[in-house]
Structure formats: structure tokens, C-alpha cells
T-cell receptor, first 109, second 115 residues
Framework: AQRVTQPEKLLSVFKGAPVELKCNYS??????LFWYVQYSRQRLQLLLR??SRESIKGFTADLNKGETSFHLKKPFAQEEDSAMYYC???????????FGTGTLLAVQP | SAVISQKPSRDICQRGTSLTIQCQVD?????MFWYRQQPGQSLTLIAT?????????ESGFVIDKFPISRPNLTFSTLTVSNMSPEDSSIYLC????????????FGPGTRLTVL
């Protein structure tokens, strides 16, 4: 079964601390993995995807096929990073997205 | 990137009634998606709407309850029929943009409360 698991509902860190938002997936083929972010009072938007292998706003995520993980990392958290983060996968002909339950990141001053 | 608007932004409805949500895109897109986000939960895909064909529904969602129209490449509607309090949710439409990969752009959502 296709599934995305985000084990943490809430992650609270202090400004400047490293951040790791966990994401594990279950998929029989070769999925495409994404991280979406929703800031307060804004719409859901793409943060990054594994195929682009880029860093956005200091965040990176590496696809680990052996561990079926796609954890989101940032070395030094900023207060403006506080938001809801969703891991998602896409696969097959329709490219529909399957979302995890989301992790609320709260960066304390 | 595609710009998406939804109407209404929110509504409060009585049980047993129906509500139609509109999704408008500023460019022509092939695939449009409708999601539901129930309180405290993640986004769940309801159906995929392609222009010129019937919508494809995900397991647990049926056309009688969530009829969808897709009259052209920039517009779609989702109707929530015979509503009950369990239908209280945020409903979002999204579109797929192929210009830079299969990224999806989301509308602002419609917050529905059923009394």
C-alpha cells in the first residue's frame, strides 16, 4: 500500500538549532518525493522535491531508498520557518499526491 | 506558476443541503485535483478532474456525493451533496504544472462547516 508517515505531529526547537522533520514512505515502485509547506494564513506550497536535489530556504532532503525515508533538514532554524510541513509522494501515471499527516514546526526565539 | 482561486472561501451550511465550490486557474491545465482536509488530518485526494472526461474518484469517494464538473481547461467545480457534519472540512483544488516537473499548485481552500 502507498503510504507516507510523519511520526511527529509537533516539533519545537529554538532559533539556531538544527531541525530534522522525519518522513518515511511505502511504495512499490519508484516514487517522486516532495515536501510541501503551509505558513500561517497562506496556501500550501511546494518547498522542495527530491529530483531537483536543491536547497530551498536552507532546507535539504535526501531520498534514502534503503530506509525509504525523505527527511527534511536545516542546520540552523529561523523563526520564520515556523509552519506546517507535509511530506508527499507521487507515482504512477496520474501523478496524484499522497500526503503524510504533517508536522508542525515551531521555532522558539 | 499557476494562480488558483476558489469560491467561496468559507461557508456554513445546514445538513441535507448541497454546496458547489468553484476553482478557477489563470492558465490552461490538463489535470486538476480536489482534496479534502478534515480537522486535524492530512490532505486526502477526492478525485482527479480531466477536461472532456468523467472525473476519477479515489477509494471511499463517489460521484453521487461529490459530483465534479470540468467544462474547460481553466475551471472546475466540486459539489458536496446532502451534507452532514462529517463533511465539515477544508476543500482544496490543485493543478499540475509540467513546466518544471510535476509540481502541484494549490488553491487557498474552502472552509466548510456543516451544522
Amino acid at each position: 500500500a502507498q503510504r507516507v508517515t510523519q511520526p511527529e505531529k509537533l516539533l519545537s526547537v529554538f532559533k539556531g538549532a538544527p531541525v530534522e522533520l522525519k518522513c518515511n514512505y511505502s511504495y512499490s515502485g519508484s516514487p517522486e518525493l516532495f515536501w510541501y509547506v503551509q505558513y500561517s494564513r497562506q496556501r500550501l506550497q511546494l518547498l522542495l522535491r527530491h529530483i531537483s536535489r536543491e536547497s530551498i530556504k536552507g532546507f535539504t532532503a535526501d531520498l534514502n531508498k534503503g530506509e525509504t525515508s525523505f527527511h527534511l533538514k536545516k542546520p540552523f532554524a529561523q523563526e520564520e520557518d515556523s509552519a506546517m510541513y507535509y511530506c508527499a509522494l507521487s507515482g504512477g501515471a496520474t501523478n496524484k499526491l499522497i500526503f503524510g499527516t504533517g508536522t508542525l514546526l515551531a521555532v522558539q526565539p | 506558476s499557476a494562480v488558483i482561486s476558489q469560491k467561496p472561501s468559507r461557508d456554513i451550511c445546514q445538513r441535507g443541503t448541497s454546496l458547489t465550490i468553484q476553482c478557477q486557474v489563470d492558465s490552461q491545465v490538463t489535470m486538476m485535483f480536489w482534496y479534502r482536509q478534515q480537522p486535524g488530518q492530512s490532505l486526502t485526494l477526492i478525485a482527479t478532474a480531466n477536461q472532456g472526461s468523467e472525473a476519477t474518484y479515489e477509494s471511499g469517494f463517489v460521484i453521487d456525493k461529490f459530483p465534479i464538473s470540468r467544462p474547460n481547461l481553466t475551471f472546475s467545480t466540486l459539489t458536496v451533496s446532502n451534507m452532514s457534519p462529517e463533511d465539515s472540512s477544508i476543500y482544496l483544488c490543485s493543478v499540475e504544472d509540467y513546466s518544471g516537473g510535476n509540481e502541484q499548485f494549490f488553491g487557498p481552500g474552502t472552509r466548510l462547516t456543516v451544522l
